[in-house]
């Protein structure tokens, strides 16, 4: 089973700033990362370490490897308040423990 | 486009089974994976298990031995049950579509073990 480890905890930032979220794995699988606001259902943001789902803005990007990935927010807008979430998916599943971005 | 819901009791008494069924609508159920996946009261997303539209399932190690994933294609829903629930099982539970992560997510239904 992999273990996600995802920093910061918390990114406290201002709209129009870049935000970048790390997650590191202990091994090597498809990875994913997810979007949650307040009271809602995670939405899929990139899959495969940096394919963009379909309808995310383009702010959004993943880069990185399997066992070291980042999600970065080019320009963050107050609606991009919500806790976000890496994955690993393959044969089993296993998400981090989320990092918190609140937008000043 | 496709829709999940989650149905069941959001009471649940402790040491009893927690059943839940996730409703596929706009898509079919086929060549796809499903998931449970649940969010206790302030904290992280768990993976519970996942079952493949032919009915092959793979499940969290922790939650392993109280856990059954079906699933009915001619109904086009699949099933979590949990055994022996405690407080601790207390979560926002959502069923989701595994395709490239996680596509389609169900709103999520509150169960709160309780007696």
């Known amino acids: 089973e992999s273990v996600l480890t995802q920093s910061p905890g918390t990114l406290s930032l201002s709209p129009g700033e870049r935000a970048t979220l790390s997650c590191r794995a202990s091994q090597s699988l498809y990875s994913a990362w997810y979007q949650q606001r307040p009271g809602q259902a995670p939405r899929l943001l990139i899959y495969g370490v940096t394919t963009r789902a379909p309808g995310i803005p383009d702010r959004f990007s993943g880069s990185g490897s399997e066992t070291d990935f980042t999600l970065t927010i080019s320009r963050l807008e107050p609606e991009d308040s919500a806790v976000y979430y890496c994955q690993q998916y393959g044969s089993s599943v296993t998400f981090g423990g989320g990092t918190k971005v609140e937008i000043k | 486009q496709v829709h999940l819901q989650e149905s069941g009791p959001g009471l649940v008494k402790p040491s009893e089974t927690l059943s839940l069924t996730c409703t596929v609508s706009?898509?079919?159920?086929?060549?796809?994976?499903w998931t449970w996946i649940r969010q206790s009261p302030g904290k992280g997303l768990e993976y519970i298990g996942t079952v493949s539209y032919r009915g092959t399932t793979d499940y969290n190690p922790s939650l392993m031995s109280r856990v059954t994933i079906s699933i009915d294609t001619s109904e086009n829903q699949f099933s979590l049950k949990l055994r022996s629930v405690t407080a601790a099982d207390t979560a926002m539970y959502f069923c989701a579509r595994k395709w490239s992560g996680h596509d389609y997510w169900g709103q999520g239904t509150r169960v709160t073990v309780s007696s």
């Open positions: 706009g898509g079919s159920i086929f060549g796809y994976d």
